[in-house]
């Protein structure tokens, strides 16, 4: 199953997403059956890039990533692309990244496609932990399987919880994936990927969240 996204105002990309089964080094495979709200977002941009993003589905029309997966630098430069929208934006008090894609027809759910619960209340606490998941580049290739991977917290700060990268690290594909764990028998989404191992807490967006989806989407 492949949709078409597209930026609205502040974008210059095409992504394609392809909801399938990941790479975190250090992780282990895992498969959309394990996880049936992980998304691969594969991007084609205007100068001729191909890359590769992760992401979580929210909602039959939404996807969550990360902000710098789905635009250029040059933020005044729109392309038009047909049958695809995304709406992007940030919240004013953080500079980071965060971005819900919009689809243009809605995901049907199934047993390998379901949304994540969003974490509205910062359910994670310290040496809680939990479980993060991407399609980024193992060191000496190209992921094609989703690979998960464990870790625990280490520090909050503000807005943000910090895991240990000793145990497992990051990749480049792995930008947008879910940071994520059980709560109430429910897989609920705590943050996204961004780099480093520092992870935005999903609960300071919900407002943003919850403006973008039209209150389709609340924490």
Same mark, same amino acid.
Not at 155 to 169: F, G, K, T
Not at 207 to 216: G, L
């Given at each position: 199953?492949?949709?078409? #996204? %597209?930026?609205?105002? !502040?974008?210059?990309?095409?992504?394609?997403?392809?909801?399938?089964?990941?790479?975190?080094?250090?992780?282990?495979?895992?498969?959309?059956? @394990?996880?049936?709200?992980?998304?691969?977002?594969?991007?084609? %941009?205007?100068?001729?890039?191909?890359?590769?993003?992760?992401?979580? !589905?929210?909602? @039959?029309?939404?996807?969550?990533?990360?902000?710098?997966?789905?635009?250029?630098?040059?933020?005044?430069?729109?392309?038009?692309? &047909?049958?695809? #929208?995304?709406?992007?934006?940030?919240?004013?008090?953080?500079?980071?990244?965060?971005?819900?894609?919009?689809?243009?027809?809605?995901? &049907?759910?199934?047993?390998?496609?379901?949304?994540?619960?969003?974490?509205?209340?910062?359910?994670? %606490?310290?040496?809680?932990?939990?479980?993060?998941?991407?399609?980024?580049? #193992?060191?000496?290739?190209?992921?094609?399987?989703?690979?998960?991977? &464990?870790?625990?917290?280490?520090?909050?700060?503000?807005?943000?919880?910090?895991?240990?990268?000793?145990?497992?690290?990051?990749?480049?594909? /792995?930008?947008?994936?879910?940071?994520?764990?059980?709560?109430? /028998? /429910?897989?609920?989404?705590?943050?996204?990927?961004?780099?480093?191992?520092?992870?935005?807490?999903?609960?300071?967006?919900?407002?943003?969240?919850? &403006?973008?989806?039209?209150?389709?989407?609340?924490?």
């Amino acid at each position: 199953m492949s949709l078409m #996204l %597209k930026i609205i105002g !502040i974008a210059t990309i095409l992504a394609a997403l392809f909801v399938s089964a990941f790479s975190v080094n250090g992780g282990q495979p895992a498969t959309v059956q @394990q996880y049936p709200f992980l998304a691969q977002l594969t991007i084609h %941009k205007p100068n001729g890039y191909t890359g590769r993003c992760s992401g979580s !589905i929210v909602a @039959q029309q939404f996807v969550i990533s990360a902000y710098h997966c789905i635009v250029e630098p040059d933020f005044n430069e729109t392309y038009a692309i &047909e049958n695809t #929208l995304v709406i992007t934006g940030t919240n004013d008090a953080y500079k980071g990244a965060n971005t819900d894609g919009i689809l243009t027809e809605p995901i &049907e759910y199934n047993e390998v496609q379901k949304p994540i619960i969003l974490d509205g209340k910062e359910n994670l %606490k310290l040496n809680d932990s939990a479980i993060f998941a991407g399609i980024g580049p #193992l060191p000496d290739q190209m992921a094609d399987i989703f690979r998960e991977a &464990e870790t625990n917290i280490i520090a909050l700060n503000q807005y943000v919880y910090c895991y240990n990268e000793s145990i497992v690290q990051s990749g480049s594909g /792995d930008s947008g994936g879910p940071f994520f764990s059980k709560v109430n /028998d /429910d897989w609920t989404l705590h943050g996204i990927i961004h780099g480093g191992n520092h992870i935005p807490w999903i609960s300071y967006f919900c407002d943003w969240i919850k &403006e973008v989806t039209e209150n389709e989407l609340n924490c």
